[in-house]
């Protein structure tokens, strides 16, 4: 769109040699400098572009890119005017490039594009804040919380009684953050809601008895959360998620489900209360979780599959039910052969 305004302009060049070495290749070539990233079909010289999927090859073939991650299946596609950088690994070595081209898009930053504390925040006297931390205007931080070194607190947070927020965080706007402990380096993106009570109530003759949720919430360090999801607080204990781990929007994680470290967790998953997931574990949009599951380590749920049941360690299961996934997709073709009209049936 002409005229458009840059929303994120990158804060130096980089080296066409020092993109050799994060991709591991050699690079033999006269040096060149690279300012920007952009998608193939609207990259021009000095742009990075990067490709490693057959749908794209078109674009790839005709594209104006000052140079291209591209793994080694498409390499001979690559113009004559581009430079490619031939990995087995594209995307990931794009993704540090654009790190060190846009530092500042990470993470949310301060909407107000302030330094230190707002005098339209309003920060408690029992309040305790570390060194060089941003709290942008409308934010409000309760009593006797905790924040720590060099984090960033977004437009009308709320931070809650006895709350902890590790170093170096960042905190979307608009998050409510309540009976929670945060790490460090932990991103939470707007609208997210942690420390809100579970759904937990006794059906009862006379109606349903709402149980008090008396646990808290514990966040380790490494940990993005995406935009309005929620994770409610335990009942008892601690809902606990796992060092490294990444959740997509939207996800609901329930009352005292712990999950394990380095897991992804795409969009509009829903985890039931109590459930347990190990290590490693990936779970594909639009999946649910029932309650007082376990989900063993390094197991891989495909999206919009319905769990009922323990999965063991290292699995890959989908559908609804979910099962092993050879055992769904052989069914499924099953069913679709079943399906289809032969000439002599009536």
């Known amino acids: 769109m002409p005229g458009q305004v840059p929303f994120f302009i990158a804060d130096r060049s980089i080296a066409a040699s020092e993109i050799a070495t994060l991709a591991g290749v050699d690079f033999l070539s006269e040096d060149f400098a690279i300012s920007a990233g952009a998608a193939l079909e609207t990259a021009c010289a ?161 109606g349903h008895v709402k149980a008090p949720q008396v646990g808290g919430v514990i966040i380790q360090d490494d940990i993005e959360i995406g935009a309005n999801t929620t994770i409610d607080r335990g009942s008892t204990r601690s809902t606990s998620i796992g060092e490294g781990t990444k959740i997509d929007n939207l996800v609901q994680i329930a009352h005292n489900v712990i999950v394990g470290k380095h897991c992804l967790i795409a969009a509009q998953v829903g985890i039931a209360g109590s459930a347990t997931l190990g290590d490693f574990v990936a779970i594909g949009g639009q999946t649910g979780i029932g309650p007082h599951l376990t989900i063993g380590d390094g197991a891989r749920i495909a999206g919009a599959s319905g769990v009922t049941r323990d999965i063991p360690r290292g699995e890959r299961w989908a559908g609804f039910p979910a099962r092993p996934s050879r055992k769904f997709f052989r069914q499924y073709k099953i069913l679709e052969m079943l399906a289809v009209k032969r000439p002599h049936d009536g």
């Open 46 to 206: 000095g742009d990075l572009s990067y490709m490693d999927n057959h749908k794209y090859l078109d674009a790839l073939k005709a594209t104006n890119a000052g140079a291209c991650l591209v793994s080694p299946r498409f390499s001979a596609f690559v113009p004559e005017n581009t430079f490619s950088f031939v990995t087995r690994e594209p995307y990931l070595v794009y993704s540090k490039v654009l790190a060190l081209l846009y530092p500042g898009a990470a993470a949310p930053s301060s909407v107000f594009e302030t330094t230190g504390i707002s005098t339209k925040a309003t920060v408690h006297s029992s309040a305790v804040i570390g060194r060089d931390v941003i709290i942008d205007p409308g934010a409000v931080i309760g009593p006797r919380s905790n924040i720590g070194d060099f984090t960033c607190i977004g437009a009308n947070v709320v931070v809650g009684p006895d709350v902890r927020i590790g170093r170096n965080c960042s905190i979307g706007a608009g998050a409510v953050l309540a009976h929670a402990t945060i790490g460090n380096n932990v991103i939470i993106h707007p609208g997210v809601s942690i420390g809100q009570d579970g759904f937990g109530f006794v059906p009862g003759a006379r």
